[in-house]
């Protein structure tokens, strides 16, 4: 399942997330992207990690952002194997599980960031931006 709900055009970024089928449709997915819009930044959704790779590879993506239900799972897996193929890539984080083994686990693969869930949707959205800006700079 994916969608690019913005026109894609140079001035827009393109925030990729990455969750489970039943994250994709979680209200604050909604409200971030509600959030990201008027700073013209798109989410494009994907729900497997063979998803998210097939659009790193056509291009466009400016961020990452990768939800991990739980300790090693979907986010995680896939900023492991994200590393691998476009090490540059800021990678956001997004869990419930902020233990000290996710948070080295999610430091140790380079993740610029790790969000607790339930997030608070204005400041990620914040902080989204605020590396989007630092990386076009």
């Not at 540059?88 to 419930?96: E, I």
Request: neutral net charge; contains cysteine; aromatic residues 4%.
């Amino acid at each position: 399942m994916m969608s690019a709900v913005h026109p894609t055009e140079p001035s827009w970024c393109e925030v990729l997330f990455s969750s489970s089928a039943r994250g994709l449709d979680a209200p604050w997915v909604s409200d971030l992207d509600r959030c990201l819009s008027p700073n013209q930044v798109s989410l494009r959704r994907t729900n497997s990690t063979k998803e998210a790779l097939a659009v790193l590879e056509t291009g466009g993506v400016d961020l990452a952002l990768l939800s991990a239900e739980s300790c090693g799972s979907h986010g995680l897996r896939t900023l492991q194997i994200i590393r691998q193929f476009t090490p540059s890539l800021p990678c956001v984080v997004v869990t419930p599980d902020t233990s000290a083994l996710t948070l080295h686990r999610a430091l140790e693969l380079k993740a610029y960031s790790v969000f607790r869930q339930p997030v608070n949707t204005r400041t990620l959205a914040e902080t989204l931006v605020r590396i989007l800006r630092q990386g076009l700079s």
